[in-house]
């Protein structure tokens, strides 16, 4: 089904909206052939007219380069096995994301990538990182953990010295 999707005018893809319509389809009874139909007739449709319609041309175009490049940095940073299974991928297709109540005001894109044939999708999430919440108290957490470290290895070492001159532990010079 990914690879019927694949080829539609316009990129921009919704899989919660097409997994919403396979779930209504499956309950509806229709067929695998039927649900698949309806689908691509949703989806090519919501493309159309929602997800693209609001960025012109060149921006959709520049945005669409960004995000390529995005997967190809993160490529990079994968182990070489995993690496390689990506790289068995390509892209055909991307939408920006509505996400949780969590994330309100971040960017978030999806992008479908397709293997060896249509039936091997595979989707990839990328949502704009910002600062973490615990950022404000990162430096005294810091702070406090360096302490607490230095007094731990202080008494590791006094009870180290105490128990080499008491003989509980023999040492010798190296």
């Known amino acids: 089904m990914a690879g019927g999707l694949a080829g539609t005018p316009r990129s921009g893809i919704t899989a919660q909206l097409s997994a919403g319509f396979v779930i209504a389809g499956r309950a509806g009874g229709f067929s695998a052939k039927e649900r698949a139909r309806v689908v691509r007739a949703t989806v090519r449709s919501y493309r159309a007219r929602v997800i693209w319609d609001l960025l012109p041309d060149a921006e959709r175009g520049a945005l669409e380069k960004q995000i390529r490049r995005l997967l190809e940095r993160y490529a990079k940073t994968l182990q070489p096995?995993?690496?390689?299974?990506?790289?068995?991928?390509?892209?055909?297709?991307?939408?920006?994301?509505?996400?949780?109540?969590?994330?309100?005001?971040?960017?978030?894109?999806?992008?479908?990538?397709?293997?060896?044939?249509?039936?091997?999708?595979?989707?990839?999430?990328?949502?704009?990182?910002?600062?973490?919440?615990?950022?404000?108290?990162?430096?005294?957490?810091?702070?406090?953990?360096?302490?607490?470290?230095?007094?731990?290895?202080?008494?590791?070492?006094?009870?180290?010295?105490?128990?080499?001159?008491?003989?509980?532990?023999?040492?010798?010079?190296?």
């Open 81 to 174: 096995d995993r690496r390689f299974l990506l790289e068995q991928y390509r892209i055909v297709d991307m939408a920006r994301k509505v996400v949780g109540v969590g994330s309100v005001g971040t960017r978030c894109w999806i992008a479908l990538l397709l293997g060896r044939d249509g039936e091997d999708p595979l989707f990839l999430q990328a949502k704009e990182a910002d600062e973490s919440v615990l950022a404000p108290f990162f430096d005294r957490a810091l702070v406090t953990f360096a302490e607490l470290y230095a007094d731990q290895n202080e008494r590791d070492h006094q009870a180290l010295v105490d128990a080499v001159r008491t003989g509980r532990v023999t040492a010798a010079a190296a």
